[in-house]
């Protein structure tokens, strides 16, 4: 059974940084996945904001381009998205997953990134 858990949210002030952190374990197909980091505010629908082929190509939301930047580690199953120059408008709960609707894992349970004005 594959698990997806995200850490590294926390509560910054505006203009600060965060580094998410996902860690994969059970799948033996990661490597060839193309892994995405999702959030989800208040009233809103999740979203897809960046993503990291297999190959290490990367596409991030307009929103967050030129901020935020996905990498992923193979050896160490993880997915991490450093996040600079946060707004207030980035809090949310944020989540990694396969970048595929038609290859989601079992959402874990994110990790809450508040930024405070």
């Known amino acids: 059974q594959v698990r997806l858990a995200e850490s590294g949210g926390g509560l910054v002030q505006a203009g600060g940084s965060l580094r998410l952190s996902c860690l994969v374990s059970?799948?033996?197909?990661?490597?060839?996945?193309?892994m995405g980091w999702y959030r989800q505010s208040p009233g809103k629908q999740r979203e897809l904001v960046a993503s990291?082929?297999?190959?290490?190509?990367?596409n991030v939301d307009d929103s967050v381009k030129g901020r935020f930047t996905i990498s992923r580690d193979s050896a160490k199953r993880t997915v991490d998205l450093q996040m600079n120059s946060l707004k207030p408008e980035d809090t949310a709960v944020y989540y990694c997953?396969?970048?595929?609707?038609?290859?989601?894992?079992?959402w874990g349970q994110g990790t809450q990134v508040t930024v405070s004005s």
């Open positions: 059970g799948s033996i197909y990661l490597n060839y996945k193309t």
């Open positions: 997953n396969t970048a595929r609707s038609s290859d989601y894992y079992t």
């Open positions: 990291i082929t297999s190959g290490g190509s990367t």
